[in-house]
């Protein structure tokens, strides 16, 4: 009984952790890095505007007030938090420029590692729905090295691209996109990021430490 407990109790364990990231969702249309604090907006709330109208609407009694523009220095660590160390079977640290993160992985029967941070922070448009081809992306602007980046995200959930083509997510500020700073495409959002001020879902590490809780009430009792 002991050992059915400690295999059960150890595969919970397992499982919570296995997923656990650095990037938790909310309830509010954002996500937090845990690691900095900053609460994000997700991908697919501002893209009905500009870049630029975006930029305008951060002051007090505005559209986005309380939000700021992402950083470069925001943008590489939060992609860092959430992309590397998941164990994809392309990783890059430095694609282009130090930090610059390129990652992608899928392209079989057991799915993207990347799967659920992409779902957590959303995504801008939906490609073929319905057929075996469906595929999600997500664009997303701020202020790069070089005038305006952009970091792009791509998820295949058609049944055929779910098997044959790679999920991924990485940084692209080696080239200068300020003429999408006008663009109306519902394809590109604006990074916005402020201080979190929201309670994010529990996280499997939280259920992980429960876990291991009731392993230790258990294994008190039987050893008695």
């Known amino acids: 009984m002991f050992k ?3 295999g059960v109790i150890g595969f919970l364990a397992f499982s919570f952790t296995a997923s656990a990231g650095l990037i938790t969702d909310t309830t509010n249309g954002s996500f937090i890095d845990e690691t900095t604090g900053f609460e994000w907006m997700d991908f697919g709330i501002n893209n009905k505007d500009t870049y630029e109208y975006v930029s305008s609407q951060l002051d007090s009694g505005d559209e986005y007030e309380g939000w700021r523009l992402a950083t470069k220095n925001d943008v590489y660590i939060m992609m860092a938090n959430a ?12 694609n282009h420029l130090p930090g610059s993160v390129y990652v992608n992985d899928g392209e079989g029967s057991v799915g993207s590692v990347l799967y659920h941070f992409t779902d957590i922070m959303g ?5 073929n729905s319905g057929l075996n081809s469906e595929f999600q992306y997500s664009f997303g602007l701020f202020a790069g090295t070089d005038g305006l980046s952009r970091i792009e995200m791509h998820r295949m959930t058609g049944s055929y691209y779910d098997l044959a083509v790679n999920d991924d997510a990485f940084i692209m500020d080696y080239t200068n996109y300020d003429s999408k700073a006008t663009s109306t495409s519902s394809s590109y959002s604006t ?16 259920l992980a430490i429960f876990a291991l809780g009731i392993f230790g009430i258990a294994s008190r009792k039987l050893l008695k």
């Open 83 to 94: 992309f590397l160390g998941l164990g994809a079977r392309h990783e890059n640290a430095n």
């Open 191 to 206: 990074l916005l990021i402020k201080n979190s001020s929201v309670t994010s879902v529990p996280e499997p590490p939280t």
């Open 4 to 6: 059915k407990i400690v």
């Open 123 to 127: 995504y801008n448009r939906e490609l």
